[in-house]
């Protein structure tokens, strides 16, 4: 497997709170994501980056942000969490080959 | 056009027969399809991906046919097994920057014994 680590892997949060997630890769890949998962919509992408302090926004970026100060570590913040932001998280990492991404375990995050 | 529709959305099967998962897409400058499989509480994980100059790509019991006119391609699973139960989501990628992969729904499939 990958190594890739995210944490935490559950948490609780209330709305209005300030939440990061954290994705770290032993695989010194170029290249790392942040997606969310939800019934009903699949896979989507909220943030990528591209090297360290190298990111772009995807299709659902809205109330997210990402900081890469290590190639090592990606962090997903969101600033003041919303109920709508209630969803299962991925971090997945890429060499750079099309279409090949390996994907972290997950981090569910319910926002009550 | 950048969407990539994905059905059924769900599947039941018998041990040993075949699954069939579809997926359409719009935007011609796809040219890269992959297929990714989800075990319950893991990460998706690439299982087979294929080019539009090549119609159909197999490997083991898992085959991806493509119709490049028709803007379709398909994932196969022969001889379903029970360990074949999981949710499958079909891809499209557009080259360019890394942010180009584009997800389907997902399919879950369910191979009964």
């Known amino acids: 497997d990958a190594g890739i680590t995210q944490s935490p892997r559950h948490k609780v949060t209330e709305t209005g709170t300030p939440v990061t997630l954290r994705c770290h890769q032993t695989?010194?890949?170029?290249?790392m994501y942040w997606y969310r998962q939800d019934p009903g919509h699949g896979l989507r992408l909220i943030h990528y980056?591209?090297?360290?302090?190298?990111?772009d926004k995807g299709e659902v970026s809205d109330g997210y942000s990402v900081s890469r100060s290590k190639t090592e570590d990606f962090l997903l913040t969101l600033e003041s969490a919303t109920s709508s932001q209630t969803s299962v998280y991925f971090c997945?990492?890429?060499?750079?080959?099309?279409?090949?991404?390996?994907f972290g375990e997950g981090s569910r995050l319910t926002v009550l | 056009q950048q969407q990539v529709k994905q059905s059924p959305q769900s599947l039941i099967v018998q041990k040993g027969g075949i699954s069939i998962i579809n997926c359409a897409y719009e935007?011609?400058?796809?040219?890269?399809f992959p297929w990714y499989q989800q075990f319950p509480g893991k990460g998706p994980a690439l299982l087979i991906a294929?080019?539009?100059?090549?119609s159909e790509k197999k490997e083991g019991r898992f085959t991806i046919s493509f119709n490049k006119s028709a803007k379709q391609f398909s994932l196969h699973i022969m001889d379903s097994q029970p360990g074949d139960s999981a949710t499958y989501f079909c891809?499209?990628?557009?080259?360019?920057?890394?942010?180009?992969?584009?997800f389907g729904k997902g399919t879950k499939l369910s191979v009964k014994p």
């Open positions: 997945a990492i890429s060499s750079g080959t099309r279409g090949e991404l390996f």
């Open positions: 695989e010194n890949h170029r290249y």
């Open positions: 980056s591209y090297g360290v302090k190298d990111t």
């Open positions: 935007n011609t400058a796809f040219d890269y």
């Open positions: 294929i080019r539009p100059d090549v």
């Open positions: 891809a499209a990628d557009y080259g360019g920057s890394q942010g180009n992969l584009i």
